[in-house]
């Protein structure tokens, strides 16, 4: 297993790990359960729960917010010449899974965390390389801290140049189009997402820490977690029930898990 993760501490999803950086600065809260399979520790997402007055969920219908991506994707790529039909019928284009290996450094202790991140991409360009496509309301300003925090850390994670935005109108209809590189949200952020990337690192950390100290091969992780003394992140022991089908059959076949 080490050897076919080229030696990386965990293995997971992009947007698991984007979200537990995140966690530092939203509300949200997730659950997240680490296997360890022969030194290397797989994540998993559980649960989810979104803040619950967030207006988010007030202000978009759900229909949209779901219909909005996928038609800025379909216009945005085409097998054609010429141009797109904004009233052809929605499909669902393929996507494609890439794999990026990576360290993550706390230069501060002069200590690193090998990571193997898998992220799905709407589109590859010419020179091979991945494309992101995000579909806005109204973002006018480029200021959201949390949207150019979830930009930059997705280029960071899937090994992006930039991240492709389409802002939509009040009658979900597309308006422009706009790239922004990974300079672009460092420059905005002003070095906000630093202490993202310090956050990820302390709760991997634990989480290595957690499974060495208490010699299980699984754990469950909660984040944030309300107690007496304020937010906190929560590790326990993970029972046979919370990891169960996380690890295929096939997985747990050629590994002799």
Known sequence: VLKIYHNADFVGWQGTFRRIANAFYNKDSMGIVAIKVDGVIFLSETIRAYFQDSDRWVTEAPFYMGYCPFKFNQIMTTDSEGKRDHDDSLDNRPSFNVVVRSELINSKIEQS????????????????????????????????????MNAILRCDFTDLDSVIFGYRDDNFMLEKTKSMRREDFSRLLKGLHSRSYEFLFDILKGIKKFL?????????VELPVQTE?????????????????????????????
């Open 229 to 257: 003394n304020g937010l906190m992140v929560q590790i326990t022991a993970a029972t046979k029930e919370e990891t169960k089908g996380i690890l295929t059959d096939e997985f747990k076949m050629r590994f002799n898990v």
């Open 212 to 220: 060495s100290t208490v010699n299980v091969d699984a754990c469950v």
């Open 113 to 148: 965390i090998s990571l193997c991140v898998g992220s799905s991409v709407e589109a590859m360009n010419e020179q091979g390389r991945a494309v992101e496509f995000r579909a806005l309301y109204k973002w006018a300003n480029n200021k959201s801290p949390l949207r150019n």
